[in-house]
């Protein structure tokens, strides 16, 4: 069963506000609380090979992601593919979008993320091999929330600063609307807007260009 992301991004910049934003989660459910706080490399990529990562990544993966990865490469239009270092776990990540928004950065998209039993570079050499080529290398530091059912992260990235990332993830195309619905109406309660798609894209585009000068630095770049 496949898993579609609706993901929304509002920019903090300083931690001052990002403080606000923590509070103001607390206020809005009196049980939120942190669930997870850890530290993340994210390796980029660009290429279009996708059925061909598929194959090379099976025999890495469980018979049933490694199936789930073959569907969505039969079905991806534009797909954004990554890897990651997340407290010392190295995931494969693909996000396929459904919608008119980018695989990188888009609303809503279908998701897969799966655990390998190899190193960062290794899965990066995989990738590479499939056809692949890196884009950019982020870092950053992830604080996790769980707020009136939705999930909130606090992102401080290289370059970027503070970001706030409000996601829903639902089983079933038809429950995406209903998902962002839910999410603008938790970032009303806690004062924050939605950082805009053609903003989103303009950082984007920035950070991929100049990455050596951010990657594992405190670092911030402005991007109007």
Same mark, same amino acid.
């Given at each position: 069963m496949h898993s579609y992301?609706?993901?929304?991004?509002?920019?903090?910049?300083s931690p001052e506000r990002a403080q606000e934003v923590r509070e103001a989660l607390k206020s809005a459910d009196p049980s939120?609380? =942190? =669930?997870? #706080?850890?530290?993340?490399? #994210?390796?980029y990529f660009v290429g279009s090979n996708l059925k061909e990562l598929a194959r090379a990544a099976a025999k890495h993966l469980p018979p049933d992601a490694a199936n789930k990865l073959d569907d =969505?490469?039969?079905?991806a239009k534009d797909a954004s593919v990554r890897t990651r270092e997340k407290n010392g776990?190295?995931?494969l990540v693909v996000k396929?979008? =459904? *919608?008119?928004?980018s695989s990188e950065n888009g609303i809503a998209r279908l998701e897969f993320e799966e655990q390998v039993n190899m190193s960062l570079d290794e899965l990066d050499k995989l990738v590479q091999n499939a056809g692949y080529a890196y884009q950019a290398k982020w870092s950053r530091e992830r604080e996790e929330y769980k707020c009136l059912g939705v999930n909130v992260t606090l992102d401080k990235n290289a370059g970027y600063g503070?970001?706030?990332?409000?996601?829903?993830?639902?089983? *079933?195309?038809?429950?995406?609307s209903a998902a962002k619905a839910e999410i603008t109406t938790l970032m009303a309660k806690l004062g924050v807007v939605e950082l805009p798609q053609d903003r989103l894209g303009r950082m984007f585009a920035f950070y991929n260009e100049h990455w050596p000068e951010y990657y594992g630095t405190e670092k911030i770049f402005v991007v109007e």
């Open positions: 992301e609706v993901e929304v991004k509002s920019l903090l910049g939120c609380k =942190i =669930i997870s #706080n850890n530290k993340q490399l #994210n390796h =969505i490469a039969s079905k776990e190295v995931l396929a979008s =459904i *919608d008119e928004t503070w970001l706030a990332e409000f996601e829903r993830v639902v089983t *079933d195309e038809s429950e995406v």
